[in-house]
């Protein structure tokens, strides 16, 4: 049987979240993550912005002929919540996650896994990549510690959003 979560599908998005598992991004331990997300938009060409609270904005353009829609906010958090087993030997500031499928369940050697929320983070990434889908503006809002405080959406600047519509990626459900 196959483990390796980046064969799942749909393939961006679990692409995605491996890479974010590679990065180490524990609560008030962010700027590896922070300066991932950065150059992640960089490279797509996008406006990217990081805050003082160490939140990072993307922006993306509407596409042509989509430019009168209302502009959506895609949020979800950096942060995780670093716990491992008391037999498990890892530094959450260092090292990567090792994610693995078991049965039908991703899961984390002897760690969490980061999914709250990474997989909110890489659903995100999908769609600012994605070249073949139809849109009016998006905003990628990927705010800091929200685990431990919610440091990032507090000290999101008033006004610095544009969109009209926010749709939180982070869910219990």
Same mark, same amino acid.
């Given at each position: 049987m196959d483990t390796n979560i980046q064969n799942l599908e749909p393939k961006v998005v679990w692409g995605y979240f491996h890479q974010l598992t590679q990065v180490p991004r524990p609560s008030k331990h962010e700027d590896a993550i922070q300066d991932f997300m950065v150059k992640f938009g960089n490279d797509l060409g996008l406006e990217?912005?990081?805050? &003082?609270? @160490?939140? $990072?904005?993307?922006r993306k353009p509407a596409t042509a002929g989509m430019e009168d829609r209302k502009g959506v906010i895609l949020q979800a958090h950096l942060d995780m919540v670093p716990q491992k087993n008391a037999d498990t030997n890892h530094d959450f500031e260092k090292d990567p996650i090792t994610a693995y499928i078991d049965g039908e369940w991703v899961t984390a050697n002897g760690t969490? =896994? @980061?999914? +709250?929320? @990474?997989? @909110? $983070?890489?659903? &995100?990434?999908?769609?600012? &990549?994605?070249? +073949?889908?139809?849109?009016?503006p998006i905003e990628g809002l990927f705010t800091a510690d929200e685990e431990t405080g919610m440091t990032g959406a507090f000290g999101?600047?008033?006004? $610095? =959003?544009?969109? +009209?519509? =926010?749709?939180? =990626?982070?869910?219990?459900?």
């Amino acid at each position: 049987m196959d483990t390796n979560i980046q064969n799942l599908e749909p393939k961006v998005v679990w692409g995605y979240f491996h890479q974010l598992t590679q990065v180490p991004r524990p609560s008030k331990h962010e700027d590896a993550i922070q300066d991932f997300m950065v150059k992640f938009g960089n490279d797509l060409g996008l406006e990217t912005i990081k805050d &003082a609270t @160490g939140n $990072v904005i993307i922006r993306k353009p509407a596409t042509a002929g989509m430019e009168d829609r209302k502009g959506v906010i895609l949020q979800a958090h950096l942060d995780m919540v670093p716990q491992k087993n008391a037999d498990t030997n890892h530094d959450f500031e260092k090292d990567p996650i090792t994610a693995y499928i078991d049965g039908e369940w991703v899961t984390a050697n002897g760690t969490t =896994l @980061g999914a +709250d929320n @990474g997989m @909110g $983070v890489a659903a &995100a990434m999908s769609i600012l &990549a994605s070249k +073949d889908i139809p849109h009016g503006p998006i905003e990628g809002l990927f705010t800091a510690d929200e685990e431990t405080g919610m440091t990032g959406a507090f000290g999101l600047e008033p006004k $610095v =959003l544009q969109g +009209d519509i =926010l749709m939180n =990626l982070d869910s219990e459900d």
